[in-house]
């Protein structure tokens, strides 16, 4: 099967079922490398499992898929040497320490000088800021410092490619914060697959996004063509005064290709579709402006927030690939 370098997971009619119930529809995911790809969905769409069945843990019912160009089922066991998996629930030796769950992991993975796994451990430990709680036992630990020494345990064999099961779902705003960081650390070491319901970390830290929904992949790509939104690119502006000869004079400009006006309280509020951002930056508001007889009281690019988008979506189930 043909397999781009510029993708580390590709599938094609990926499909699971669990006798007459279909968990995945025929999924054609594309992760490029080196992104920190956010893979949405509500609770039960089956984000779990297409992750069990990428890593060979649940064979797939129908369709296939690669990782770094191997096949996920015949060659899961040279795909699982380069990845790192953190699932929702990380379990780890409770009496024992941060650094000796991170030694005791690491040598299933390195044969060589003790200092050098050593090494190995304190850098991973600093990374995800548990330096300084390296020697504590585990089970005096918080669910965020938990999550991230379960990240830390997951990057310690140097992987190509983390897939993290909703890494921050269960912390409070401080551990999730946390834990989004450690994820942008990681972007120069590793591509970041991982699964979540928590739309303000997607926007956060997420350069490319895929949308599962009862099964089926609903949406896919970068995540500001996502927010871009239906209608392209929008600017919003606020108006007061004489404002009737407007949208007269903004037929007159070629890369304008939609404008709609909303009057509020004394004010027009305008939604204006443009062609050409390049245009619409440098020329808009000195247009609107040089009528001596409109006064703009607010002038912006619109920016679609990611909830909006995703209910939009899965709400309508309909398909934005």
């Not at 209608?231 to 606020?238: A, E, F, Q, R, T």
């Not at 509020?264 to 440098?282: F, K, L, P, V």
Request: charged content about 20%; glycine content about 8%.
């Amino acid at each position: 099967m043909p397999q781009s370098n510029d993708f580390v997971i590709q599938t094609h009619g990926l499909s699971k079922s669990y006798g007459e119930v279909q968990a995945l529809k025929r999924v054609d995911l594309n992760v490029p490398r080196n992104s920190i790809f956010g893979f949405l969905g509500p609770n039960g769409a089956g984000k779990t499992t297409l992750m069990k069945v990428l890593l060979g843990l649940n064979p797939p019912s129908g369709g296939n898929g690669t990782i770094f160009g191997h096949d996920i089922v015949s060659e899961s066991v040279a795909i699982r040497e380069r990845i790192g998996y953190l699932p929702q629930q990380p379990r780890f030796i409770e009496h024992m320490t941060a650094r000796q769950n991170l030694l005791f992991t690491a040598r299933f993975f390195f044969r060589g000088p003790e200092a050098k796994i050593r090494q190995r451990c304190d850098h991973m430990l600093e990374l995800v800021g548990l330096a300084e709680k390296a020697d504590r036992p585990i089970k005096g630990f918080s669910g965020g410092e938990k999550q991230r020494l379960g990240i830390a345990l997951a990057q310690v064999n140097y992987p190509d490619l983390l897939i993290l099961d909703e890494p921050a779902s269960a912390l409070d705003p401080m551990g999730r914060m946390a834990v989004l960081e450690i994820m942008e650390r990681l972007r120069e070491h590793t591509t970041v697959f991982y699964s979540t319901h928590i739309l303000d970390d997607v926007q956060r830290v997420s350069d490319t996004v895929a949308i599962l929904n009862n099964g089926m992949l609903v949406a896919q790509g970068p995540i500001s063509h996502l927010l871009s939104g239906k209608d392209g690119i929008v600017y919003s502006l606020v108006t007061k005064g004489d404002t009737e000869n407007l949208p007269n004079r903004l037929d007159d400009l070629s890369w304008i290709t939609n404008v709609t006006a909303t009057k509020r309280n004394g004010t027009t509020h305008w939604q204006i579709s443009i062609s050409d951002e390049d245009a619409a930056e440098n020329e808009l508001l000195r247009y609107v402006l040089s009528d001596p007889q409109v006064i703009v009281t607010a002038f912006s690019r619109k920016q679609y927030e990611l909830e909006e988008i995703f209910m939009n979506i899965v709400k309508g189930d309909g398909h934005d690939h």
